[in-house]
């Protein structure tokens, strides 16, 4: 049974934190994302990774920054926590190929900053 | 700008009864599309898809039809069960530049 694992279900942090989120998959897929997730706005794109080491911005980077030192683990942190990122955020994984670009998600941290 | 929308944010239907969802795009570049339900507490899973050169595709119960003409993709559900209320998110990529635009989710709920 192929898995998107993060590592929270849920977090509460403080306004100002640093904030990991860590995402693990183990399907050898090249393609690691970051979403975030709000009510009637759908899924945002954060970052992406094709690659180790490699990343590319999303549609809301702002905020964010990620790690990609391993192919199978994909971290999204919060440099400065604020209330604003409070939402739900999911990662997901996808194969480097054009023929299928379905994408495996995990089962999302829901990140509460006070 | 490009969006996927959806055009009803919810869905009640009775037990038994079809279901259809729909899903507007506006990217005309977009290749492939993916339909994901989400239940609660879990991320989206994938259950069907359609490539831009293909207008339905039917799997288990659910069928995708996609008209590029006027940029609409649709899911239907056959027999719409319990299992089956969660929100339902449309997908579509343009698969030569990485780029997943998803909808903003229908939710379906079914009446037993």
């Known amino acids: 049974d192929v898995k998107v694992t993060q590592s929270s279900r849920y977090l509460v942090k403080r306004t100002g934190e640093k904030v990991f989120l860590e995402c693990v998959q183990d399907?050898?897929?090249?393609?690691m994302f970051w979403y975030r997730q709000d009510p009637g706005l759908g899924l945002r794109l954060i970052y992406f990774?094709?690659?180790?080491?490699?990343?590319e911005k999303g549609d809301i980077p702002e905020g964010y920054s990620v790690s990609r030192e391993k192919k199978e683990r994909f971290s999204l942190i919060l440099e400065s926590a604020s209330t604003n990122q409070t939402s739900m955020y999911l990662c997901?994984?996808?194969?480097?190929?054009?023929?299928?670009?379905?994408?495996?998600f995990g089962q999302g941290t829901r990140l509460t900053v006070v | 700008g490009e969006s996927v929308g959806l055009h009803l944010p919810t869905l009640s239907v009775q037990e038994g009864d079809n279901s259809i969802i729909n899903c507007a795009y506006s990217?005309?570049?977009?290749?492939?599309f993916i339909w994901y339900k989400q239940e609660s507490g879990k991320g989206p899973q994938f259950i069907i898809d359609?490539?831009?050169?293909?207008d339905k595709r039917q799997g288990q119960r659910v069928t995708v039809l996609l008209n590029k003409t006027v940029k609409h993709l649709s899911l239907q559900i056959a027999a719409t069960q319990p299992g089956d209320s969660a929100v339902y998110f449309c997908?579509?990529?343009?698969?030569?530049?990485?780029?997943?635009?998803f909808g903003a989710g229908t939710r379906l709920f079914v009446k037993a």
């Open positions: 990217n005309s570049a977009s290749d492939y």
């Open positions: 990774s094709y690659d180790v080491k490699m990343k």
């Open positions: 997908a579509e990529i343009y698969t030569g530049g990485f780029k997943t635009i």
């Open positions: 997901a994984s996808s194969r480097l190929t054009d023929l299928n670009t379905e994408a495996f």
């Open positions: 399907m050898d897929h090249e393609n």
């Open positions: 359609i490539r831009s050169n293909m």
